[in-house]
């Protein structure tokens, strides 16, 4: 593998061959990731956002990986989210899903980790006591299960309902550790 070469903070601006620019855009808090960039066509306002906007498909919970663990940080993400509409103008190509308008992409994923969290709370909340079978490696796949099984519910028509199952853990750890 190669090492990296070049690194920046904040904002880096390229010129492409054909004249036109793109700029490389640091977003101030973890997103989905510890650290999130996104990339702005210059020209049109459109913004390449990876996995931080899924339009109509279910997102990865887990969160950035920091000293070795997940740390899913929600409000840092609909933060970054927020800050979208002052960047581009056009269209958010997310991780998955179709590509639509910057504002429609904000208030969609906005409302989905705001009910996302809602729903592990909720759940976390019903469990009680029973709350430690989330550290029983026997018991936990059938809570994350019951977890994914919520998410259906409220989000019938998104896509990869999977990807709650397979990631939710890293928001239940973190709640669990945090609280």
């Known amino acids: 593998m190669e090492p990296i070469k070049t690194t920046f903070k904040g904002k880096e601006v390229i ?3 054909s004249g036109e620019t793109i700029s ?3 977003l101030p808090k973890p ?3 510890s650290t999130q960039t996104v990339v ?3 020209k049109s306002g459109d913004l390449i956002v990876g996995d931080l906007v899924h339009t109509r498909h279910h997102a990865w919970l887990e969160g950035g990986i920091v000293d070795g663990k997940p740390t899913p940080d929600l409000a ?4 970054d ?3 979208l509409p002052t960047l581009g103008k056009g269209k958010v190509y997310g991780g998955r899903g179709d590509f639509v308008a910057v504002k429609e992409a904000v208030a969609q994923e906005v409302a989905y980790l705001e009910k996302a969290d809602q729903i592990v709370d909720g759940y976390l909340k ?3 006591p029973r709350v430690s079978e989330l550290n029983d490696s026997e018991k936990k796949g059938a809570h994350f299960a019951a977890i994914q099984a919520e998410f259906v519910k409220a ?3 998104y896509a990869f309902p999977d990807m709650v199952g397979y990631s939710v853990y890293g928001l239940v750890q973190h709640k669990l550790t945090s609280h």
């Open 31 to 33: 997103g989905i990731s």
């Open 76 to 79: 840092g993400w609909k933060a």
């Open 15 to 17: 010129k492409l061959k």
């Open 24 to 26: 490389l855009i640091e």
């Open 81 to 83: 989210l927020k800050v």
């Open 126 to 128: 019903a469990l009680g």
């Open 40 to 42: 702005r066509i210059d």
């Open 155 to 157: 989000f019938p028509d």
